[in-house]
T-cell receptor, first 113, second 119 residues
Framework: GENVEQHPSTLSVQEGDSAVIKCTYS??????FPWYKQELGKRPQLIID?????GEKKDQRIAVTLNKTAKHFSLHITETQPEDSAVYFC????????????FGTGTQLKVEL | GAVVSQHPSRVICKSGTSVKIECRSLDFQATTMFWYRQFPKQSLMLMAT?????????EQGVEKDKFLINHASLTLSTLTVTSAHPEDSSFYIC???????????????FGPGTRLTVL
């Protein structure tokens, strides 16, 4: 089955700096790669996703890149703000966004003032 | 649109009792729903895929006789934790796929989760 690895497990940045989180996946048939932000005790919230026919996607301060050959994808957050502090999970799935997700291990992001 | 609810949000029970958790898609139909479990400071792990009108598909290592799943209708899936024990204490989250209004592609919509504590 799919295996998703995520690094780093914790990340501390100064407000205004950029944050990068990286994930690798094992199943070459995976074609959907979402990123979720989860606050303590809450549901995961989709912040951005990318499908395998695209190499990069951007939404304001957030961007995701995908390298299918290397089977890795990354989340980039620019101009970080304290409210970006949360746990971030990457995930991978076959069959687009309608199929089961395999999650990475999570990254605790802390944005310090 | 695309709202998924769960009930209850929090439950505390005694060891040996059974607990039922409901997952509902409020404004769309879901032939498939997914159940995840999340232990403190860990990731979400898929437990099973709930299929309307047929048996659930369980992930390796998940006891199907302990975690009973029933997809009763196109908007409701239930997870029953039978004979719960303290090690079953966890955050249980369901999700259902659909497209956003005006969207083309599916994405997963998560319920708010159920915090189960077994004493």
């Amino acid at each position: 089955g799919e295996n998703v690895e995520q690094h780093p497990s914790t990340l501390s940045v100064q407000e205004g700096d950029s944050a990068v989180i990286k994930c690798t996946y094992s199943d070459s048939a995976s074609n959907y790669f979402p990123w979720y932000k989860q606050e303590l005790g809450k549901r995961p919230q989709l912040i951005i996703d990318i499908r395998s026919n695209v190499g990069e996607k951007k939404d304001q301060r957030i961007a995701v890149t995908l390298n299918k050959t290397a089977k890795h994808f990354s989340l980039h957050i620019t101009e970080t703000q304290p409210e970006d502090s949360a746990v971030y999970f990457c995930a991978a799935s076959r069959g687009g966004g309608g199929n089961k997700l395999t999650f990475g291990t999570g990254t605790q992001l802390k944005v310090e003032l | 649109g695309a709202v998924v609810s769960q009930h209850p949000s929090r439950v505390i029970c005694k060891s040996g009792t059974s607990v039922k958790i409901e997952c509902r898609s409020l404004d769309f139909q879901a032939t498939t729903m997914f159940w995840y479990r999340q232990f403190p400071k860990q990731s979400l792990m898929l437990m099973a895929t709930s299929n309307e009108g047929s048996k659930a598909t369980y992930e390796q290592g998940v006891e199907k006789d302990k975690f009973l799943i029933n997809h009763a209708s196109l908007t409701l899936s239930t997870l029953t934790v039978t004979s719960a024990h303290p090690e079953d204490s966890s955050f249980y989250i369901c999700s259902a796929p659909t497209t956003k209004s005006g969207g083309v592609y599916n994405e997963q919509f998560f319920g708010p989760g159920t915090r189960l504590t077994v004493l």
